[in-house]
């Protein structure tokens, strides 16, 4: 059975989320110790989906391509950038966890090439496009960077024989770990932890034609 699209969609929109993001890291404690404090999640990760970095020196992801000019932003290839804070200090600890999610008609080859370029972006030194909230944290990237592999149950033998071989961290989330995660992450999802909605002049809104 392939992977569905909404597999997908449904884990990436979870892991933007602070709690869903630890639920993640619970079935890699090796990641899950690297969180500076269980108790303050929300200060402790900050997750950015499908993230954007500007680079610093040039590069070439492959002999046919283009080169990206020195201080080009581009999209990382990963899913979901995992940068671990200080909650007290509020500074970046330097534990930076890249999550790929297998997606749909996605072989191994696409996989894992996405982690490779991931790399080379990175290798020459970066700096993340951070969200207003986070703008008082230095945003420049470390040298520790960790990859993250999620796959499926429904994901072919070959892939995750492929990543084991590499010796790439691998969760497999199965259908009831999947729909935990997601109800966990509902659970403590509030309107009032959307900090952008503040911004909104409620008075500027019409009321509709009657």
Sequence with gaps: MAIKPIQYETLLSVCTDHEGAL??????RPYLEAVPSMRRPDESVITLPLP???VRDGVHLNPHSQSIAPGSVVTLPCDVALLMCDPEWKIKTGVEIFVYIHRPQEDFSDLLMRWRHTQILVDRGYEWLLPQRYEHLLSDGTDKTLPLFVVFPETPGHILQGLRGAGLPTVILSSDAEAELVAETLSTL??????ELDDIDTSALESPDE
């Design 190 to 195: 509030d309107v009032g932890d959307i900090p």
């Design 52 to 54: 954007n970095v500007r």
């Design 23 to 28: 639920e993640l890291l619970k079935h890699h």
